[in-house]
């Protein structure tokens, strides 16, 4: 006999929930597939939710993620912090497959990126210009929300769009 | 020309920090393939460094992440929490590439395994003896040690070993 499925269909709660944690999270940890030995790799990155390109990291070229999302853009992230009190299971986190799509150094909509950015986090000052890193659109295919024990929702891309 | 490599060597005081995100860790972020797309997946699990089994995880058959793990052991796990202040990206963590080993059932080492995890965590007393939940062990393969801005260090297995 198959067990039911304890992952919930999204609802309004739910999409209201991922659409908070993604706005509030300043870092993010993603995971990304080694070129070379096509195992999984994980790093934190400096995150935030645009309002119009939608979730945005800012990466370095030397970071081992930039030549692996440059090779595989299929990747995931999660945000959502843990608190300091009780079981760091309970607290909600987003787990959201997407597809990497960097932001060309010429690109039109990179001087508002930039903006929004530096005014978000001015100390990115010091590295924003640097030639070796990118904005990179993390554009959402699908996400599992999870609000606590046994508490699981399915999103789905639609859910994200504004 | 090729850039000089921005990540150094392993040693003493990395090695030390290694340990203590480690043994610090409640909680980890994990980065695993998805046996179906071979993209990555990212999850939120339970972690402690026990003394004998090392790192090590406590996850449910329901999580997508078991699945992903029988069929491919690699993995990757990131520990080290972002505080209050700052840049979130100069925080320390510890990015470490794992192989899952499912502890058996049956394993006589589980007894001991199992009353560590419940003198850390007395709530894990809810789900801990539920069949479709292992204590997985995540073996050190090799880890990248991020102390903040520009200061990577790159560990091997050995350092890890106790």
């Not at 999409?15 to 790799?41: F, K, V």
């Not at 990747?75 to 959201?96: F, I, Q, S, Y």
């Not at 986090?121 to 924003?128: C, D, L, S, W």
Request: glycine share 4%; with cysteine.
């Amino acid at each position: 006999m198959k067990r039911p499925d304890p992952v919930a269909p999204s609802d309004d709660a739910s999409r209201a929930l991922a659409w908070q944690l993604l706005s509030e999270a300043t870092h993010a940890a993603l995971s990304w597939t080694d070129p070379e030995t096509l195992t999984p790799g994980i790093s934190r990155v400096a995150f935030a939710l645009d309002p119009e390109a939608g979730p945005l990291t800012l990466i370095s070229g030397l970071a081992p993620h930039t030549t692996a999302l440059r090779a595989q853009p299929a990747c995931a992230l999660m945000v959502g912090e843990v608190g300091d009190k009780g079981d760091p299971m309970t607290h909600p986190r987003l787990m959201l497959r997407a597809l990497a799509a960097f932001v060309p150094a010429d690109d039109p909509r990179r001087a508002t990126l930039r903006a929004r950015w530096l005014a978000r986090n001015p100390k990115a000052t010091v590295y924003i210009d640097l030639p070796d890193f990118s904005f990179v659109r993390l554009v959402p295919q699908s996400a599992l929300l999870n609000g606590g024990f046994a508490r699981a929702f399915r999103l789905s891309a639609a859910d994200f769009e504004a």
